[in-house]
Structures are given as C-alpha cells and as structure tokens.
C-alpha cells in the first residue's frame, strides 16, 4: 500500500518510514502494531505490510532519511542499524513543496521553509492534487501528520461544499488552512484522508460533504497516543466504582519541532482543547480540570506528563491518585499511522464512505461521535472489523 504523508520530514513520519521498510524486509516485530492484534487478523489481505512512501513538507531538505538522521541524532529513539537498513529507500523520498497558509506563528520554529502560498488557492489546490495524484493508485491513503495549526477563523465558507469551492474560486486566503485544502485535494481524487493533528482536516461539515460525493472514507482528528490515551483508560474506572473526579490536572512538557510549534499560544490551542475535552465525555460531567502543555527543550522528543487526580469516595472522604506517562512521542505514534492507514483502506475496499467513526479509537477527538472511553473505542472497533471482515 501507499502513504501520502502531509509532513513528511517530521519525527513521527519519518519514524513510521523506518517502521514500515523494516517490517517489509521482516527485521523487526510488530509489536505496537493494533492491526496485528487477533482480532483484526485477516486485514492482511486488504492492506498488506508493504509500503511505498511519499507526501509534502515545507522544509527544504534533501530527503527522507536526511530528516531522519536529524531527528536521530537528536532522540536515539532507536537502534541505528534499522536507519542504516533502508537508508537507500529513503533516500528515495522527496517530499514536495506543501502549503502553510494559516498555520500560524509556530511555524517559525521550523527555520526555513519553502511553499506554495504566493500563488492563488485554486492554484495550491491544483498542485498538491497534482503532487499526489502523480504518486498515488488505488490503495492510497493520504494522512496528515504536520505541525498542528492554530483553530482557524470561522467562515460559511466551510459549511458546504459549494461554498468552499467558492472560497477557493474567490482566493479568499483569510479562510482556508493548510489541512483542509490537503483533505480537499485527497477527497477529491477519492483518496482516504486521515488527520493525525488536532487541525481542521477534514473536520468541517464542506469536506465531509465531499467525502460522502466521492464515496471515500475518512478520520479523525489528533492520534491518542500517550497522555490523553491513560487518561481515557483510568477515567472511566473512577465511572465505574462511582467514584466522583473532584479535578483532574494534566501537565505536559516535550522538546523537540512539535514542542516548539506547540509553544506559540495560537498553535497551542488546538491541542488543548483536543485533550481537554475528554474527562466531560468519559465522565459525563467537567470536573475542575487543568491541561498544560510546556516546551522543555532538553526532553527533545521523550515527553513526559503529570497527572494529579482528586477524586472523592464513600461518606465523601477525599483521595488523590498521581501519574506519570514518560513517552517517546514518535514512538507511540509511528505504528498508528501504519494502524490507521491499514484500517482505511480496508473500509474502502468494503464500500465504506464518509466519517469512520468506528476508528474513533485511534483519535483524542473522534469525529462525529462522543465516545471516548478506550475500552468503549476497542469493542467499536472490533465489532466493526468482525462484521465486514
Ligand atoms: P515534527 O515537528 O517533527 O514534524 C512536523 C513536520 O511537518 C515537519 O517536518 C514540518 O516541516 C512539517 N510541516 C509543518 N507544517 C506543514 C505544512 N503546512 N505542510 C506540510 N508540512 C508541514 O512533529 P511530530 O512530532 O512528527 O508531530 C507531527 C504532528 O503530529 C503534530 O501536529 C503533533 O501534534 C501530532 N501528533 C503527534 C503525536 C505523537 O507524537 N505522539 C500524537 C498526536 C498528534
């Protein structure tokens, strides 16, 4: 199969390069690999482990494995050897010039950069639909795995297609982001899209218009990870004993680009608001609740999270449970990419259009659904795949 990744020289991406020629070659496990779990076994035959890699980026480097040898040289988040491995492939990847349009002040921290936003909108649009339709056949998935954006200025223009098409026809730049005119292009070549940020992507109710037209699946938005993937696992315990959450503070620091991106407030906001969200729907009330994310230069990628929970039992008497998560960010997240494209195409090749709730499991902020309690996700997921398999 084929990923279209959108950020193609970030840590997450080009790890899930390294993961994916490995498996190919059969050099590693699969461990950390949902859709190699036994109840998923079948999927092999609609979305096998082999994998051809291309996308866009907007930092002018050579290639994959020159922005893989950065960020290893930064992390060490692996063993060498498995770079060294299948240094030739990606050496092959050169992503093409992408679009920033909208995302914001944090994209400074990238240094320099190269797009395609002095030309017209319908002019981007037709470039990345160009870039990906040269690249793509028919068992592609495009997914976006970027810097996350800020949450963009509210417009009718999303509200339909034909408005949105109208944005682009009208250059009305104010409006449209970097996400939503990728998704555009991938819904429209009939290619499944998926949004591993918490930007817009395909979110808004025009391309999810588009999605259905076309008859392509789609999901989203922002991978759970780390973090929000414990705290939507242990808060339902605290539902289940009928023990009340009194506050809930979560505190988050990382290095690294995406914690140099996520250090601009504008861009922050997304990601706040996508793991905020969570213990209100877990819970079904908001318990007094803080969420922090602060750049920590020296962590580069190895984030670290602090969770503090108040919560109060029987005759009202108060208790606190602490934890801390020490993940390695590209490290949860590379196998869900491979789990979320595998899973997409496999809704495609089974007819299935539009918003895939039922991969909402994969998502701190499931599109079109309010369930996310991971246990709740699993058994969605599960019995989706058992029905269509
Ligand atoms: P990164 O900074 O290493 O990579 C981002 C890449 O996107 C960079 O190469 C950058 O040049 C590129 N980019 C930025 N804006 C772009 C645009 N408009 N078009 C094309 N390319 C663009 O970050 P990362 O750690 O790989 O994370 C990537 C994204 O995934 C972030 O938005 C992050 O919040 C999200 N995410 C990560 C995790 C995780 O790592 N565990 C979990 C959930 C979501």
């Known amino acids: 199969m084929k990923l279209w990744i959108i950020g193609a020289y970030g840590i997450v991406s080009t790890t899930a390069m390294v993961g994916g020629k490995n498996l190919e070659k059969g050099n590693i496990g699969k461990t950390g690999l949902v859709s190699e779990l036994p109840w998923f076994e079948g999927i092999e035959k609609f979305a096998p ?38 240094k030739e492939e990606l050496k092959r990847i050169n992503a093409k010039k992408g679009t920033a349009l909208n995302c914001g002040s944090g994209i400074e921290e990238l240094g320099e950069i190269e ?9 981007i649009v037709e470039r990345i639909e160009k870039d990906i339709k040269e690249f793509a056949d028919e068992e592609t998935v495009v997914i976006n795995v970027a810097s996350t954006e800020p949450l963009p200025a509210k417009s009718d223009y999303h509200e339909s297609l034909d408005k949105f098409e109208e944005m682009i026809e009208n250059d009305e730049k104010k409006y449209a982001t970097a996400s939503m005119l990728y998704a555009y292009a991938s819904l429209k070549l009939g290619i499944p899209y998926a949004n591993f940020t918490p930007s817009v992507g395909s979110s808004i109710p025009a391309l999810k218009e588009l999605a259905e037209e076309r008859k392509v699946p789609h999901a989203g938005n922002d991978g759970k990870t780390g973090e929000t993937l414990v705290k939507t696992t242990l808060a339902p315990m605290f539902l289940y004993r009928n023990l009340k959450v009194l506050g809930w503070m979560s505190y988050n620091i990382l290095g690294d680009l995406d914690g140099k991106v996520l250090s601009h407030r504008d861009n922050k906001e997304s990601k706040v608001v996508s793991k905020d969200r969570v ?57 869900l990419l491979i789990d979320i494209a595998r899973f997409l195409l496999f809704a495609k090749k089974k007819g299935i259009s539009g918003v895939v709730k039922e991969m909402g499991f994969f998502f701190k902020s499931p599109m079109d659904t309010n369930v996310v309690n991971t246990h709740e996700q699993f058994k969605i997921l599960k019995r989706w795949f058992e029905e269509l398999i």
């Open 279 to 335: 213990l209100e729907k877990v819970l079904g009330y908001s318990p007094y609740s803080i969420t922090e994310i602060q750049f920590f230069p020296s962590l580069v990628d190895n984030k670290t999270a602090f969770d503090f929970i108040h919560f109060e039992g029987f005759l009202g008497t108060k208790m606190k449970f602490y934890f801390i998560w020490d993940g390695i960010d590209a490290i949860v997240a590379a196998p």
């Open 115 to 123: 797009t395609l936003d002095n030309l017209t909108l319908s002019e």
């Open 49 to 86: 482990l082999r994998f051809e890699f291309g996308g866009h980026d907007i930092r002018p480097l050579k290639n994959a494995y020159e922005a893989a040898i950065e960020h290893w040289n930064l992390n060490r988040h692996y063993d060498i050897n498995l770079l060294e491995n299948v």
